[in-house]
């Protein structure tokens, strides 16, 4: 049987992009590494290699459609750039298929502009070069889109191999036949309809094996419970119709069933033909259902109307909802392909770039959100807080625009005052749920403290139910609904006796504040501006650090009781030392020595006999402490703890106990509090490095008890990850779902325009402002500290400790991390992006730095020639890295970049100005 391919690609192929643009690059007369290749703004562009005769050739892949990229010749040499195809194999023959290139610039020289080649090997620079010399390339591109005028060209072969066609085909009018033959191009799932449209089948390849069959092969077809029936007619003798007709009687005698397996010879399964609905359009009843808003669909709604399904009802049903509704069409396909947004309504998998479903799916949603709305109705009819007339009320048939406003700022004016809080017209679901979570009830507050959500309109109210889930702010009870002046006289605020609030407990302490240490830049600063603030729950700077250790050692397994006993008689200096660097520090000056008070404490709000976990042993530490020292938390809403966990890993246990699982502990802590923020403060590179070489050299050690040298300090300072992930969040992955919730403060900030900034931390952190953030305390105690980098002095703002780095010094550490210093308002003080010669680096870098120069007394054998010497080879061979292939911007483990965490910036007052460096 005779096979035309052509013309049955073409009915299905449409039009099929190649994105993909091939730039071939080799140094001809070298053999070598003999060229060094930097792209610069395509991160997943691929570059791979092969060897000629000629030399190494380079093949450089990118789908970007821009890509710019510097080449660095290793070698002299002739270096030819050029612009190449994709190649389609067909029947063993290549044919290539070259994207349409636009642009094509070397070293600012025009080599093609705005005109497509007519073949890639005629487009291309060739060009002497020498070791060192620098080539600058810009190409751009638009896809080559693959039609069935490209099909004219192939004739009539019997087979094709292109491995950028799609792998799923819909085919609705073609005959059942011509649909089993396309199965040995690699089709997946063939759709059928019959000729009065009333099934929808479709088939499916099972094996590799390729479908043939000839005059003398015979086609079986059974029912999936049934044994194999064997028709012994030719194919060739029977035509699509007939075969419709036979599957259709075959159904018909068997209405339960819903496939038709296709055997083969051998009695091999080797497709099915499925049933996929009678009557599918009159299935789909959507006169039935009121309008629903789709605000839960994404972007516009493409559908796809070449099924066969009858979709008037459909149609009728999207627009009425007010959706933004289009046939699919190759045109809008392109659409969809390149910028991945809106819904594909009966998709049938086809585009799996975009989200997709079916009729019946759409339907069933539709038919979900009514009966959700039922519910809630129901729901509201029996909630005491919610006194509206409900005995009326009907789907609503018009669109709600759901406001985006915050109403944060409004709830937190009023949280401090004496009266119950009431917001207007507050439709913020998680902004609401954190309210509802940090509200102490009623009667543990001994006052009235229901929130009080205040609605200009139940119709739009109503309507709301439709794209938001109150379930949870309505079950949590403390919530009263107020919808005209009569109700809110009638219902605001609900009398009760105001008594003295109840002791806070642990169940009520359900948000995380994580402060992020950095060595140097004023951490302890931060947390000690933080200390005494109403809101929060904390510990004197450094406390519990070690906390996850603590549990682990003493208290996992154990009876409060046991545990209270295990911690009262540590058995050896080990224990000792971990226990006094948490609890001296938590309970630092006037409380250092109420130990026993602290134990007792626990009872009050752990059971002696139960066994706890990490998490609730930690609310319990941290409440413990704070009732020592006497901090007592009256107010309406439950503080969140404030965990400093400064000086981590600095005992002998912590040491020796593995920081992986340190790691997994805390993790472990920080996911059982359902609200979470990570917050740290970042420094100026300048004036941090001449703090931390002023440290060093007053005998302050590094990690661990590590001794670290000045040559140390430069190169921390000099890495090329000095901004990278293992620095404590300024950088995080870029799926890592902790991005939301981190944020960064200036140090500068802090010290030059402290009100201004605590107010912008405030109001992240979702605490009122307050006059505790213009002082430093421990415990709550004023930490005296006048002067310095922990109190509120400017100076180290400005001090560079000059008298051990000079200006020189420093202009070739910025040289190191020119782009990575340029972050968060920083500039770059010296460095002024000038290019050297690795001879000039050698004469630059072998300079000895000020420090070298000096006789230092806590290093009595300083210089040491050989670790002047191994310095200066490292910061070298860095200065050569970076001056040759430019700074590598951090990446994850996977290569991909990370991104960098928000800083917040405090709002200005006219005359102020931000610091830059």
């Known amino acids: ?363 069933q949603k539709v038919v979900s959100l009514k009966k959700q709305y039922a519910d809630y109705l129901s729901m509201l009819r029996n909630y005491e807080g919610f006194h509206s007339d409900l005995s009326h009320t009907e789907f609503p048939t018009d669109k709600f625009e759901l406001p985006i406003k915050s109403c944060m700022k409004e709830f937190l004016a009023q949280v401090e005052s004496d009266l119950p809080v009431i917001l207007k017209d507050a439709y913020n679901i998680e902004e609401l749920t954190w309210i509802c979570d940090k509200l102490r009830t009623t009667d543990r507050f001994n006052s009235d403290n229901h929130l009080y959500l205040q609605y200009s309109s139940l119709k739009d109210f109503l309507k709301s139910m439709t794209v938001i889930d109150w379930t949870y702010v309505i079950g949590t009870k403390k919530v009263v609904f107020l919808f005209s002046d009569e109700e809110k006289s009638k219902y605001y605020p609900t009398k009760i006796e105001r008594k003295d609030p109840k002791l806070l407990m642990i169940d009520e302490i359900n948000e995380f504040i994580n402060s992020l240490p950095r060595g140097f830049s004023g951490s302890d600063f931060f947390n000690m501006i933080l200390d005494s603030h109403p809101s929060l729950l904390t510990i004197g700077w450094h406390g519990l650090s070690s906390f996850v250790l603590v549990w682990k050692i003493f208290c996992e397994g154990k009876s409060v009781k046991d545990a209270i006993d295990r911690m009262s008689n540590p058995i050896n200096e080990d224990e000792v030392k971990l226990l006094n660097e948490n609890l001296n520090h938590a309970l630092k000056h006037k409380h250092k020595n109420d130990r026993k008070t602290f134990f007792k404490s626990i009872s009050n709000y752990l059971d002696p006999d139960k066994q706890y976990e990490l998490c609730d042993w930690f609310k319990a530490f941290y409440l413990s402490i704070n009732e020592i020292v006497g901090r007592k938390f009256n107010q309406r809403i439950a503080p969140a703890i ?3 966990k400064h000086g981590m890993h600095q005992s002998t246990f912590a040491r020796n106990f593995h920081i992986t699982n340190m790691n997994e502990l805390e993790q472990k802590l920080f996911s059982n509090f359902k609200h979470k923020k990570r917050v740290g403060v970042t420094r100026s590179p300048f004036t941090q490095c001449g703090c931390m070489h002023n440290a060093r050299l007053k005998g302050n050690r590094g990690v661990n008890g590590t001794p670290l040298t000045p040559y140390d300090v430069v190169k921390h300072f000099s890495k090329g990850n000095y901004m990278g992930q293992s620095f404590y969040g300024r950088y995080v992955k870029s799926d890592d779902p902790n991005f939301e919730i981190m944020r960064q403060v200036r140090f500068e900030d802090l010290k030059l325009y402290p009100r201004e900034t605590t107010e912008k931390l405030c109001e992240f952190l979702r605490i009122p402002w307050s006059e505790t953030c213009l002082h430093v305390t421990t415990n709550g105690e004023d930490s005296g500290i006048v002067d310095g980098t922990a109190g509120f002095d400017v100076r180290p703002v400005f001090n560079p400790h000059s008298e051990h780095m000079s200006s020189f010094d420093f202009y070739r550490i910025e040289l190191l991390n020119y782009q990575n210093f340029s972050v968060w308002g920083y500039k770059p003080k010296f460095y002024d992006g000038m290019k050297y010669t690795r001879e000039e680096l050698e004469k630059l870098y072998a300079i000895p730095f000020k420090i070298e120069t000096q006789k230092l007394e806590k290093y009595p054998d300083w210089p040491n020639e050989k670790e002047s010497k191994e310095f200066h080879e490292w910061i070298l061979a860095r200065a050569i890295d970076v001056m040759e292939n430019g700074e590598k911007q951090p990446v994850d483990s996977d290569g991909k970049p990370m991104r960098l965490v928000e800083c917040l910036f405090p709002d200005l007052k006219l005359g102020q100005r931000l610091f830059e460096c």
Not at 36 to 61: F, M, P, R, W
Not at 160 to 176: A, N
Request: charged share 25%; proline share 4%.
């Open 1 to 363: 049987m005779q096979k035309n391919y052509p013309d049955i690609l073409k009915q299905w192929i449409g039009e099929t992009r190649i994105d993909v643009a091939r730039i071939e690059i080799q140094n001809q007369g070298t053999s070598e590494n003999d060229v060094q290749i930097s792209v610069t703004n395509d991160a997943e562009c691929k570059i791979d290699s092969s060897d000629s005769k000629n030399g190494k050739i380079y093949h450089l892949n990118s789908t970007s459609r821009s890509v710019t990229f510097d080449i660095v010749c290793v070698k002299n040499g002739l270096l030819k750039v050029s612009l190449q195809g994709i190649q389609l194999i067909i029947n063993g023959e290549k044919l290539t298929i070259i994207p349409d290139y636009v642009k094509f610039i070397a070293n600012g020289t025009e080599i093609l502009s705005n005109e497509k080649p007519d073949s890639p090997k005629n487009t291309s620079v060739v060009k002497n070069v020498v070791d060192g010399e620098i080539l600058k390339i810009e190409v751009s591109w638009n896809p080559h889109v693959f039609t069935n005028n490209d099909l004219g060209k192939i004739g009539d072969e019997r087979f094709m191999e292109i491995s950028c066609l799609p792998s799923q085909l819909q085919l609705p009018k073609v005959g059942f036949k011509k649909s089993i033959e396309l199965f040995e191009n690699g089709a997946e799932y063939i759709y059928i309809l019959d000729d009065d449209k009333h099934y929808d089948w479709w088939a499916i390849w099972n094996g590799n094996q390729k479908l043939s069959f000839d005059s003398e092969g015979v086609m079986q077809l059974a029912m999936s419970y049934l044994p194999p029936i064997s028709l012994k007619s030719s194919m060739d003798k029977i035509d699509d119709a007939d075969l419709f007709k036979l599957c259709k009687t075959e159904f018909e005698k068997n209405p339960k069933s819903i496939e038709l397996p296709i055997i083969d010879t051998d009695g091999k399964i080797i497709a099915r033909v499925k049933k996929i609905s009678k009557n599918a359009d009159e299935s789909l009843d959507w006169s039935k259902l009121s309008t629903v808003n789709l605000n839960w669909l994404n972007g516009k709604i493409y559908v796809a109307s070449d099924s066969g399904i009858k979709l008037h009802g459909l149609f009728d049903f999207l627009k009425r909802c007010g959706g933004d509704v289009e046939i699919l069409s190759n045109e809008n396909i392109k659409e969809i392909f390149q910028d991945k947004k809106g819904t594909l309504i009966y998709g049938k998998d086809l585009y799996p770039d975009i989200p997709k479903m079916s009729a019946d799916q759409l339907y």
């Open 642 to 644: 404030f965990w400093d």
